[in-house]
Nanobody, 112 residues
Framework: QVQLVESGGGLVQPGGSLRLSCAAS????????MGWYRQAPGKERKFVANIIRGGSTNYADSVKGRFTISRDNAKNTVYLQMNSLKPEDTAVYYC??????WGQGTQVTVSS
């Protein structure tokens, strides 16, 4: 089992930036892919970005060029740097390991 704890959410104005963190513990060796997903009110959870064990990354079209996923293996932590935020980025952001283990989520609200 892998335990995940997200942090870094909050309220930001349009055009602003936030960095989310996801700290992993437990069976770290079993993690092949770490991903970020988001769920807006009344909508289904959607893929945002992921990073594979070898280092390759993937992004949803809606965030390409604005969001960057990265990791610090020494800290067992994955980050999501979010720039040029838009109101439509407002959602609860979830971290996932192998799309099986999930964190509790962190709220991101983009509003003036």
């Amino acid at each position: 089992q892998v335990q995940l704890v997200e942090s870094g959410g909050g309220l930001v104005q349009p055009g602003g930036s936030l960095r989310l963190s996801c700290a992993a513990s437990g069976s770290i060796f079993s993690i092949y892919v770490m991903g970020w997903y988001r769920q807006a009110p009344g909508k289904e959870r959607k893929f945002v970005a992921n990073i594979i064990r070898g280092g390759s990354t993937n992004y949803a079209d809606s965030v390409k060029g604005r969001f960057t996923i990265s990791r610090d293996n020494a800290k067992n932590t994955v980050y999501l740097q979010m720039n040029s935020l838009k109101p439509e980025d407002t959602a609860v952001y979830y971290c996932a390991a192998n799309s099986v283990n999930w964190g509790q989520g962190t709220q991101v609200t983009v509003s003036s």
